[in-house]
């Protein structure tokens, strides 16, 4: 399975903006690139996905490098609430099938007040 | 969207018993898969639940110890036979609509084994 790698551990202030990033410098063209992120005590949810193009919803933004190899999940305005391990995880699709999700470490958000 | 229920949310077993944990989808959804997460570690996917034939597992992860039942679209079973204390972890149902490419993630079981 195409890998992901991501930092074990990344720091943040309470309302300033968060930048986590993803390498998948093995990615395939038709790989997606996924984040979930799992709150404590919780299971995953969905943040956003892409493929080539930069992606925009209302939980995150992510930026996809021109050539696939990294990407980044930025979070605007980081709040207490946003605490939790980020997953960078490649989908991989094999003809019509939807393909699976295998996670990886993750990054462990901190966010102070 | 779609909301996933799992019971029992935790239990304490003995070793050499089995578990069976239900997953409900409050949706019908085209797949379902079981994932474990063990203490301070990963998710591990340990087999798609397929509707109407069987589940396709994961390298290491064997139908005698993890039977898998899916026989509708609203809902599967997980079974953890024979348990010893490895396999205390955290078992998670996950679903994917057939209209989006968004996974949804049960709550999880905790399953401690003594």
């Known amino acids: 399975d195409a890998k992901t790698t991501q930092p074990n551990s990344m720091e943040s202030n309470e309302e300033e903006p968060v930048h986590l990033p993803c390498n998948h410098s093995?990615?395939?063209?038709?790989?997606?690139i996924h984040w979930y992120r799992q709150l404590p005590s919780q299971g995953p949810e969905y943040v956003i996905h892409g493929l080539t193009s930069n992606v925009n919803n209302r939980m995150a933004s992510l930026a996809i490098a021109e050539d696939r190899k990294s990407s980044t999940l930025i979070l605007h305005r980081a709040t207490l609430r946003d605490a939790a391990v980020y997953y960078c995880?490649?989908?991989?699709?094999?003809?019509?099938?939807?393909?699976?999700?295998?996670f990886g470490q993750g990054t462990i958000l901190t966010v102070h007040p | 969207s779609a909301v996933i229920s799992q019971k029992p949310s935790r239990d304490i077993c003995q070793r050499g018993t089995s578990l069976t944990i239900q997953c409900q989808v409050d949706s019908q959804v085209t797949m379902m898969f079981w994932y474990r997460q063990q203490p301070g570690q990963s998710l591990t996917l340990i087999a798609t639940a397929n509707q109407g034939s069987e589940a396709t597992y994961e390298s290491g992860f064997v139908i005698d110890k993890f039977p898998i039942s899916r026989p509708n679209l609203t809902f599967s079973t997980l079974t953890v036979s024979n348990m010893s204390p490895e396999d205390s972890s955290i078992y998670l149902c996950s679903a994917l609509s057939g209209t989006s490419y968004e996974q949804y993630f049960g709550p999880g079981t905790r399953l401690t084994v003594t």
């Open positions: 093995t990615i395939s063209g038709t790989d997606y």
């Open positions: 995880i490649l989908r991989i699709v094999g003809g019509t099938s939807y393909g699976k999700l295998t």
